[in-house]
Nanobody, 124 residues
Framework: QVQLVESGGGEVQAGDSLRLSCAAS????????MGWFRQAPGKEREFVAS????????YYADSAKGRFTISRDNTKNTVYLQMNSLKPEDTAVYYCAAVRSKFYPSISSSYDYWGPGTQVTVSS
């Protein structure tokens, strides 16, 4: 059983940056692909970025490309999401997710473990 806890959310102005962290426990972290998803009020949960267990491979939603960077530190059992040039439309609850796989999927149903989420609010 893997437990995930996100942190780093908050309220920022458009154009600001935030770095989200997701600390994992309960498994061999490097065996798990990790993903970041987000859900805005009244909308479905959507994919943001994913990373392979080694950290060598990443994948981004079009909305995240060029602004967000996913990374991981397997010595700290933590995955990060660096978000730059934030926009009001980035406002959402951000979730990290884990799946024991060599793949790093973009579909939420592929993931087995989820954190409780952290709120990101971007004002204009």
């Amino acid at each position: 059983q893997v437990q995930l806890v996100e942190s780093g959310g908050g309220e920022v102005q458009a154009g600001d940056s935030l770095r989200l962290s997701c600390a994992a426990s309960g498994g061999t972290f490097s065996s798990y692909a990790m993903g970041w998803f987000r859900q805005a009020p009244g909308k479905e949960r959507e994919f943001v970025a994913s990373i392979s267990g080694s950290g060598a491979r990443t994948y981004y939603a079009d909305s995240a490309k060029g602004r967000f960077t996913i990374s991981r530190d397997n010595t700290k059992n933590t995955v990060y999401l660096q978000m730059n040039s934030l926009k009001p439309e980035d406002t959402a609850v951000y979730y990290c997710a884990a799946v024991r796989s060599k793949f790093y999927p973009s579909i939420s149903s592929s993931y087995d473990y989820w954190g409780p989420g952290t709120q990101v609010t971007v004002s204009s």
